[in-house]
């Protein structure tokens, strides 16, 4: 340890095989690294791990702890030490290139070329770029073309003017009928409003609005005008804060376990033209202001900022460059920290749900895996649907379907049907039915089937299924089984034995909780249909007291109870003066109890 230097800079872990298992910066190398190896055992494990790996150790010295952490930076994206911290950000962003050539295009992109174009960004969000390139579009005619619109070419007339020159999108520079310079000054104010200097576009704009105007020119400035309120528009939409606050980066951290969240704002004229959010995942026990500093030096470098102020909520040892730290107590600039914070906050809170989503995921596969071997079904059933049939003593016969995606109820989806081919008792021509008709339908609409049916009820149910499928040419395309509510067999059709499984498997809990759900859906719907009828058959027998009549007074009072408490004026504005006497007469005479 004697031979390290006490100086700033940076410090290389190598294993065994001679790879890069760590970088870290230092401002006296010598204390940075002996600190490991005077550690506890029992304090830290994971960097035990790491100390136990080392093999050799090789440094950099550089001027001071500055230049110590840009060059870490640049040593960490080089080489991806294991043991280095992580930061999730390995997404291709958009950039707004304005092309290097005559008559500039201007246009989304993910690739930079190094040929001298300019490019504005990245945009971590595909909403802004494109509503500043629409806002472009609005303000100026631009080319889209990718002609070479050299001098020589134009003037030998190789090009012809296109639609878009009729549609008012192009001045037509392709046949000469817009100068170079008219164009190039449209550039100058675009690359303004990219660089979010909005102020300096409308300052312009104004000043040509009055010329126009002093020159007569009332449809010109009137044009101008426009501009200006749609640049006014955006400017409202984008402007939080204090529009002297200029050129600017904001930068907030969130702490949770291993895993840490940083927002980045960049704020120009009060407006903040970029967000972005990075997860680092530690991997070892670092130094948090040392985590939030890497994350600040390696956004920065992405974005390619020039910021000369840094706003963050506590003090850093690091420098960064010219750039100045402040940490704001109050006013505007608080506010801005404060609403980083919140994004912060925000990001950290999406990123839980997504984990969670994906273990949920993970155990929905296993599941319907499971499943997919018990049942031995050719496909996993990712599309499940079950049927249950209700009655009352034969009373309002109705059947239910509800449908299972990805192992979730996909409620939208859930079907009532009301049992029309027979009245009475009978689940099994109540299944046979239903089954038909929900088939057919899918069927002759070409939506998708589901890879298994269920069906709430034991061999007599399932053939009737069966044969509804095999008259609508599905067998083989639809996996059917029962399952008897008592001892929860499973039933296939035409085998005589039926399949046990445990009643701990994960597969019996769904099939069950399935069966559950479709019965729950069918009395729901029996019971409000029982409900209604009873309450129908109250006053349905009196003569002149129809169906369309008896709809109205239930919508209007809800119940017979409330009908019954109606006094004469409010039965006659519902249903008119002579069914109102009816039922008024009904009442007196006890024909409704």
Not at 83 to 109: A, G, H
Not at 427 to 448: C, F, G, H, I, P
């Amino acid at each position: 340890m004697a031979v390290l230097p006490g100086k700033p800079g940076v410090y290389q872990f190598l294993d065994k095989s001679g790879n890069i298992i760590y970088i870290g910066k230092a401002k006296d190398l010598r204390k940075r690294v002996k600190s490991y190896f005077t550690l506890s055992k029992d304090e830290n494990y994971k960097t035990n791990v790491l100390i136990s790996k080392i093999n050799d150790i090789k440094y950099v010295i550089v001027e001071n702890e500055s230049d110590a952490l840009l060059l870490e930076n640049n040593l960490i994206k080089k080489h991806l030490p294991k043991y280095n911290v992580l930061l999730k950000d390995d997404k291709t962003f958009p950039w707004i290139c304005i092309k290097k050539e005559r008559f500039p295009r201007v246009y989304l992109t993910r690739k930079i070329d190094k040929d001298g174009s300019e490019y504005f960004g990245p945009y971590t969000s595909s909403m802004m770029i494109r509503t500043l390139l629409d806002l472009v579009r609005q303000l100026y005619s631009l080319r889209n073309c990718n002609y070479n619109l050299t001098k020589e070419n134009i003037k030998k007339r190789k090009y012809k003017i296109c639609l878009e020159y009729h549609l008012g999108n192009c001045k037509g520079p392709c046949e000469n009928l817009q100068s170079e310079e008219d164009y190039n000054n449209t550039i100058k104010q675009i690359k303004q409003i990219l660089k979010g200097n909005l102020q300096n576009v409308l300052i312009y704009l104004k000043d040509l609005m009055n010329q126009f105007a002093s020159n007569y020119k009332f449809e010109e400035a009137e044009l101008i005008k426009r501009k200006m309120e749609i640049l006014e528009k955006f400017k409202s939409k984008s402007t939080i804060v204090n529009p002297n606050i200029n050129n600017v980066d904001v930068f907030s951290i969130i702490d949770e376990g291993n895993t840490s969240y940083v927002n980045y704002f960049k704020v120009i004229n009060g407006a903040i033209i970029q967000s972005h959010n990075v997860e680092i995942l530690k991997r070892i026990e670092e130094d948090r202001k040392e985590l939030f500093a890497l994350a600040i030096v390696q956004t920065r470098e992405r974005f390619e900022s020039d910021s000369s102020l840094i706003i963050v909520p506590f003090k850093l040892n690091e420098s960064f460059g010219n750039a100045r730290i402040i940490i704001p107590q109050k006013g505007d600039k608080k506010r801005l920290l404060d609403l980083s914070m919140r994004n912060a906050r925000n990001y950290q809170r999406e990123r839980n749900e997504q984990k969670e989503n994906a273990k949920t995921d993970t155990k929905t596969d296993r599941i319907l895996l499971k499943i997919k071997q018990d049942l031995r079904l050719k496909e996993t059933p990712y599309h499940i649907e079950c049927f249950d049939s209700s009655n009352i003593q034969g009373y309002n016969p109705v059947a239910s379907c509800v449908v299972f995606k990805n192992a979730r109820p996909s409620k939208k989806e859930y079907r009532h049907f009301n049992v029309k081919t027979f009245k009475g008792i009978n689940d099994v021509a109540s299944t046979e039915e239903v089954v038909y008709r929900r088939y057919k339908r899918l069927r002759d609409e070409n939506q998708s089937l589901p890879q298994l049916v269920i069906v709430d009820g034991g061999k007599g149910q399932l053939n009737a299924a069966l044969k509804s499928i095999e008259k609508l040419n599905l067998k083989g395309k639809i996996a059917l089984i029962g399952i008897a509510k008592r001892l929860e067999n499973i039933f296939f059709p035409k085998d005589p034995i039926p399949l046990y499984l445990n009643k701990n498997s994960e597969s019996l809990k769904l099939i069950q909780s399935i069966r559950n759900e479709a019965h729950r859906f069918g009395i729901t719907f029996h019971r409000n249909k029982r409900l209604k009828s009873t309450l129908y058959s109250e006053i349905e027998n009196i003569p002149g007291i129809g169906s369309k009549t008896i709809k109205t007074l239930f919508e209007y009072f809800g119940d017979i109870k409330s009908i019954k408490k109606a006094n004469r004026d409010q039965l006659v504005d519902v249903i008119g003066r002579k069914k109102a006497e009816i039922l008024l007469n009904a009442f007196q005479h006890r024909e409704i109890r």
